[in-house]
């Protein structure tokens, strides 16, 4: 019978009792003994220390060496980026997001919203799906989707040609807008010259111009009329057959003397604001402004010396109507001579 027996996980020599003699049995029990103070838990060291046997109250040193074979990392989520003067180079996750800690302290967040974040002039969000935006010149492309234009949220935009230095055009919404609404536009070009006109939802359409025009019905429509004092005067007055939205334009001309005589004195004529206006049979218009047509020092040239001045606008009848063109000039010297200028078109129902 064998005096010792072989321990499975440090190959101990332990005595058996009664069969191991001395001295083999002190010598055995040193051996044993000298096996326990060196045993370091690697393969024939003892047995390999398990999980619940581990206890870290400390930070675990790997001296310069790699962590293998890990299925994951998983962290305790920080309440706020870390800040420590010992927290450089290091990775950890902050709220719900990754973050990485470079040797200087800089905390620079790896995640954001569900997806990478980008670098600084890079668009944060990006990758997601298949989302992208591209440059290829001169075009930058933004896609929700592959081939699916993606929805952009901006302020004021600013628009120019594509070209060094081009001049802009500014699109800002009102200062006084005080709720969101939506402007659509048309499906497709119109087939003719229209106007575009908007319904109470943002929908635009095209109107098309109508066909039948209006002109107007009384005196002065070639010829003009003779001035003898400053006093609000008719040039015009044109009738509406029907209900209708109708483009107006109505326009005043001032000349002095006529086609084969010099003026004999300054034409000096101003506009009173004051008094220009369109009327019709149920009520009045807002006030026309033909001040750009004012005259000054015209002593030269033969006669037919003129000054003119229109306006363009919509209006709605909601019935038949007679609309007068009203105006009232005030000049020095010999008085001028005028004449009006009216016309609508239907341009819808």
Same mark, same amino acid.
């Given at each position: 019978?064998?005096?010792?027996?072989?321990?499975?996980?440090?190959?101990? !020599?332990?005595?058996?009792?009664?069969?191991?003699?001395?001295?083999?049995?002190?010598?055995?029990?040193?051996?044993?003994?000298?096996?326990?103070? &060196?045993?370091?838990?690697?393969?024939?060291?003892?047995?390999?220390?398990? !999980?619940?046997?581990?206890?870290?109250?400390?930070?675990?040193?790997?001296?310069?060496?790699?962590?293998?074979?890990?299925?994951?990392?998983? /962290?305790?989520?920080?309440?706020?980026?870390?800040?420590?003067?010992?927290?450089? $180079?290091?990775?950890?996750?902050? $709220?719900?997001?990754?973050?990485?800690?470079?040797?200087?302290?800089?905390?620079?967040?790896?995640?954001?919203?569900?997806?990478?974040?980008?670098?600084?002039?890079?668009?944060?969000?990006? !990758?997601?799906?298949?989302?992208?935006? &591209?440059?290829?010149?001169?075009? +930058?492309?933004?896609?929700?989707?592959?081939?699916?234009?993606?929805?952009?949220?901006?302020? !004021?935009?600013?628009?120019?040609?594509?070209?060094?230095?081009?001049?802009?055009?500014? /699109?800002?919404?009102?200062?006084?807008?005080?709720?969101?609404?939506?402007?659509?536009?048309?499906?497709?070009?119109?087939?003719?010259?229209?106007?575009?006109?908007?319904?109470?939802?943002?929908?635009?359409?095209?109107?098309?111009? $109508?066909?039948?025009?209006?002109?107007?019905?009384?005196?002065?429509?070639?010829? +003009?009329?003779?001035?003898?004092?400053?006093?609000? +005067?008719?040039?015009? +007055?044109?009738?509406?057959?029907?209900?209708?939205?109708?483009?107006?334009?109505?326009?005043?001309?001032?000349?002095?003397?006529?086609?084969?005589?010099?003026?004999?004195?300054?034409?000096?004529?101003?506009?009173?604001?004051?008094?220009?206006?369109?009327?019709?049979?149920?009520?009045?218009?807002?006030?026309?402004?033909?001040?750009?047509?004012?005259?000054?020092?015209?002593?030269?040239?033969?006669?037919?010396?003129?000054?003119?001045?229109?306006?363009?606008?919509?209006?709605?009848?909601?019935?038949?109507?007679?609309?007068?063109?009203?105006?009232?000039?005030?000049?020095?010297?010999?008085?001028?001579?005028?004449?009006?200028?009216?016309?609508?078109?239907?341009?819808?129902?």
């Amino acid at each position: 019978m064998a005096n010792i027996t072989v321990s499975p996980n440090m190959n101990l !020599p332990i005595p058996v009792p009664g069969q191991d003699p001395g001295p083999d049995w002190a010598n055995n029990i040193v051996a044993c003994l000298n096996a326990i103070d &060196s045993h370091n838990h690697s393969p024939n060291q003892g047995v390999q220390i398990q !999980p619940d046997g581990i206890s870290i109250t400390a930070d675990l040193p790997y001296n310069d060496n790699n962590a293998t074979a890990l299925r994951s990392v998983r /962290f305790n989520a920080q309440t706020a980026p870390l800040a420590g003067a010992s927290d450089i $180079g290091c990775l950890y996750e902050s $709220g719900v997001d990754l973050y990485y800690n470079d040797g200087n302290g800089n905390q620079v967040r790896i995640t954001q919203s569900g997806s990478v974040t980008g670098a600084t002039g890079t668009i944060t969000g990006l !990758p997601s799906g298949t989302a992208s935006a &591209s440059f290829s010149n001169p075009t +930058f492309t933004f896609e929700s989707a592959t081939n699916t234009p993606a929805v952009i949220s901006a302020g !004021p935009y600013t628009m120019g040609r594509n070209a060094a230095g081009s001049n802009v055009i500014n /699109f800002s919404p009102s200062s006084s807008q005080v709720v969101d609404y939506n402007f659509v536009y048309p499906p497709a070009l119109p087939s003719s010259n229209s106007f575009l006109s908007i319904n109470n939802v943002g929908n635009a359409s095209f109107v098309a111009l $109508g066909s039948t025009v209006f002109g107007p019905a009384n005196k002065n429509t070639n010829g +003009f009329l003779s001035l003898t004092s400053a006093t609000p +005067f008719n040039l015009q +007055f044109l009738d509406i057959p029907a209900a209708g939205i109708y483009l107006i334009t109505a326009q005043v001309q001032l000349k002095m003397g006529d086609n084969s005589t010099n003026p004999s004195t300054d034409l000096d004529f101003t506009v009173s604001s004051a008094n220009n206006n369109i009327t019709g049979l149920i009520g009045g218009f807002a006030c026309i402004d033909f001040n750009s047509i004012e005259g000054q020092n015209a002593t030269s040239g033969l006669g037919n010396y003129t000054r003119s001045g229109s306006l363009m606008f919509t209006y709605q009848a909601i019935a038949a109507i007679r609309l007068y063109l009203n105006c009232q000039i005030t000049f020095t010297g010999t008085a001028p001579k005028a004449r009006g200028g009216f016309q609508a078109a239907l341009i819808g129902a």
